[in-house]
């Protein structure tokens, strides 16, 4: 294949990956993005098999293991639950890190295959891009890895902080600039290793020390992080599909993270250098030994939304844990028959990434123009009757406006303790991911509900009939 021929259809791939981005931006359009993207993937791999002269011998083994991988990838989002999609993206974003690792230490040790010239007289160009791919692509595997295993519990979700971390932080980033100086100078194997292990350190450090509140900006940052590494190990192969690529999962992850830190009230500085999340947890609040709690049934739950006029409902973790988002579609569908006005107030963090309610609802049929966000839906609060949550714990604590020592202090939440009635279905008053005890529960306009969410929505749908 001509490169020009190449470049067209590197350039076609490239655009449907910015039409996929598109599509993804909104729930209402999502399916037709992942159409665009995998067309343009299929486009791209097509192509790339197309270009390589002489690789009868070894294709045969990449066609194995591109099989292998596809059956694996197909068997695994068939399988996998939505309660579990967070910890897959952390999983999906390590594997992405640890291939650019694997074409960096290709590249690196046989650089006459990939035209970057012979061991020990490399490109400068080239090694500089191979280490920055290589770093990158080592920092957001052992993030990943990290991420994957706080989101599944595996891992304590709290902050794990020491004196001097930042300074360490700075002190591994530094080190790792002057060794890439000193590979391009010398062209050392030993300078080479060191820059991917002391990454490897880095990404770990960096994930640590941040809470469980802020996990859905990792998962966001993680996936900059990865799209970057992309980036540079396509420089070292120059090849215009994988830097077209990279550079728009890295820019779209980076500007996503941008948004979401600054609806957290958090620095995305920060985010970058791992410096938030590790709050002193001595301050959590100890009200459950100090409030008395209000707590009702599903006869009771049904007899406020009967008489309401309007109801907002506030979906969470919970939600998603318990699968209740059909029976909670089904509550929505009886109180609309009623003549109830019903509207859903996502917050921008609900869940354990960006996005995470919106694709349980949607699953569920919930029509897009009930759905709406923090900032749109905030000021309602205070004129409905009914504030239904069902799941979601931190997103609604009232602490985060109120206590500087709190870990979740400067979060915007959704103003759930203005309705004049809140229904919070939850199973235990333990505390929600960020370890941080939810003052809502003790208010006095507050009736918590002690149950599975599906079986209390369940049970609620049989009493409004």
């Given at each position: 294949?001509?490169?020009?021929?190449?470049?067209?259809?590197?350039?076609?791939?490239?655009?449907?990956?910015?039409?996929?981005?598109?599509?993804?931006?909104?729930?209402?359009?999502?399916?037709?993005?992942?159409?665009?993207?995998?067309?343009?993937?299929?486009?791209?791999?097509t192509?790339?098999?197309?270009?390589?002269?002489?690789?009868?011998?070894?294709?045969?083994?990449?066609?194995?293991?591109?099989?292998?991988?596809?059956?694996?990838?197909?068997?695994?989002?068939?399988?996998?639950?939505?309660?579990?999609?967070?910890?897959?993206?952390?999983?999906?974003?390590?594997?992405?890190?640890?291939?650019?690792?694997?074409?960096?230490?290709?590249?690196?040790?046989?650089?006459?295959?990939f035209?970057?010239?012979?061991?020990?007289?490399?490109?400068?160009?080239?090694?500089?891009?191979?280490?920055?791919?290589?770093?990158?692509?080592?920092?957001?595997?052992?993030?990943?890895?990290?991420?994957?295993?706080?989101l599944?519990?595996?891992?304590?979700?709290?902050?794990?902080?020491?004196?001097?971390?930042?300074?360490?932080?700075?002190?591994?980033?530094?080190?790792?600039?002057?060794?890439?100086?000193?590979?391009?100078?010398?062209?050392?194997?030993?300078?080479?290793?060191?820059?991917?292990?002391?990454?490897?350190?880095?990404?770990?450090?960096?994930?640590i020390?941040?809470?469980?509140?802020?996990?859905?900006?990792?998962?966001?940052?993680?996936?900059?992080?990865?799209?970057?590494?992309?980036a540079?190990?396509?420089?070292?192969?120059?090849?215009?599909?994988?830097?077209?690529?990279?550079?728009?999962?890295?820019?779209?992850?980076?500007?996503?993270?941008?948004?979401?830190?600054?609806?957290?009230?958090?620095?995305?500085?920060?985010?970058?250098?791992?410096?938030?999340?590790?709050?002193?947890?001595?301050?959590?609040?100890?009200?459950?030994?100090?409030?008395?709690?209000?707590?009702?049934?599903?006869?009771?739950?049904?007899?406020?939304?009967?008489?309401?006029?309007?109801?907002?409902?506030?979906?969470?973790?919970?939600?998603?844990?318990a699968?209740?988002?059909?029976?909670?579609?089904?509550?929505?569908?009886?109180?609309?028959?009623?003549?109830?006005?019903?509207?859903?107030?996502?917050?921008?963090?609900?869940?354990?990434?960006?996005?995470?309610?919106?694709?349980?609802?949607?699953?569920?049929?919930?029509?897009?123009?009930?759905?709406?966000?923090?900032?749109?839906?905030?000021?309602?609060?205070?004129?409905?009757?009914?504030?239904?949550?069902?799941?979601?714990?931190?997103?609604?604590?009232?602490?985060?406006?109120?206590?500087?020592?709190?870990?979740?202090?400067?979060?915007?939440?959704?103003?759930?303790?203005?309705?004049?009635?809140?229904?919070?279905?939850?199973?235990?008053?333990?505390?929600?991911?960020?370890?941080?005890d939810?003052?809502?529960?003790?208010?006095?306009?507050t009736?918590?509900?002690?149950?599975?969410?599906?079986?209390?929505?369940?049970?609620?749908?049989k009493?409004?009939?």
């Amino acid at each position: 294949m001509s490169l020009n021929l190449l470049a067209i259809f590197y350039l076609v791939s490239g655009i449907l990956f910015i039409l996929a981005l598109r599509g993804l931006s909104s729930p209402d359009t999502s399916r037709r993005g992942n159409l665009f993207g995998i067309l343009g993937m299929a486009i791209a791999i097509t192509v790339t098999f197309l270009s390589i002269g002489n690789f009868s011998d070894g294709f045969v083994y990449v066609l194995i293991f591109l099989l292998a991988g596809g059956f694996i990838g197909v068997f695994i989002a068939y399988k996998i639950p939505m309660t579990a999609m967070p910890e897959l993206v952390a999983g999906f974003h390590s594997l992405v890190g640890l291939a650019a690792v694997f074409v960096a230490i290709s590249a690196f040790l046989n650089p006459q295959a990939f035209n970057l010239g012979f061991p020990g007289n490399i490109k400068i160009a080239s090694l500089i891009e191979m280490s920055i791919g290589g770093a990158i692509g080592a920092i957001t595997f052992s993030g990943s890895i990290i991420a994957f295993l706080k989101l599944r519990g595996i891992m304590s979700g709290s902050p794990i902080t020491f004196k001097g971390q930042h300074y360490v932080n700075l002190l591994l980033g530094i080190t790792i600039i002057v060794l890439i100086f000193y590979l391009c100078d010398s062209q050392s194997e030993k300078y080479f290793w060191r820059i991917i292990a002391i990454s490897f350190l880095l990404g770990l450090l960096l994930i640590i020390p941040i809470g469980g509140a802020d996990m859905p900006v990792v998962i966001s940052m993680l996936n900059s992080y990865s799209g970057w590494a992309a980036a540079g190990i396509g420089f070292t192969l120059e090849n215009s599909a994988l830097i077209i690529t990279g550079a728009l999962v890295g820019s779209s992850g980076a500007i996503l993270s941008y948004i979401m830190c600054k609806g957290m009230n958090r620095s995305f500085f920060n985010v970058i250098l791992g410096g938030f999340g590790g709050t002193d947890q001595a301050s959590l609040s100890n009200n459950k030994d100090k409030k008395p709690v209000k707590s009702g049934n599903a006869e009771d739950a049904a007899f406020l939304m009967k008489n309401a006029s309007s109801v907002i409902i506030v979906p969470g973790y919970g939600m998603a844990v318990a699968q209740a988002q059909h029976s909670l579609k089904e509550m929505v569908d009886s109180l609309k028959k009623n003549g109830i006005k019903v509207s859903y107030a996502i917050h921008p963090v609900a869940g354990r990434m960006p996005g995470h309610m919106n694709v349980l609802l949607a699953e569920a049929n919930v029509p897009y123009d009930e759905v709406f966000e923090l900032e749109e839906i905030n000021n309602d609060f205070a004129n409905a009757d009914v504030a239904f949550v069902i799941g979601a714990n931190d997103v609604t604590n009232p602490i985060a406006k109120t206590d500087p020592q709190s870990p979740i202090y400067g979060m915007p939440v959704l103003d759930v303790e203005k309705c004049k009635s809140v229904l919070f279905v939850k199973r235990s008053l333990s505390p929600g991911y960020a370890g941080v005890d939810n003052e809502l529960f003790y208010r006095d306009n507050t009736l918590m509900l002690f149950a599975d969410a599906k079986k209390m929505t369940e049970e609620i749908v049989k009493n409004l009939d």
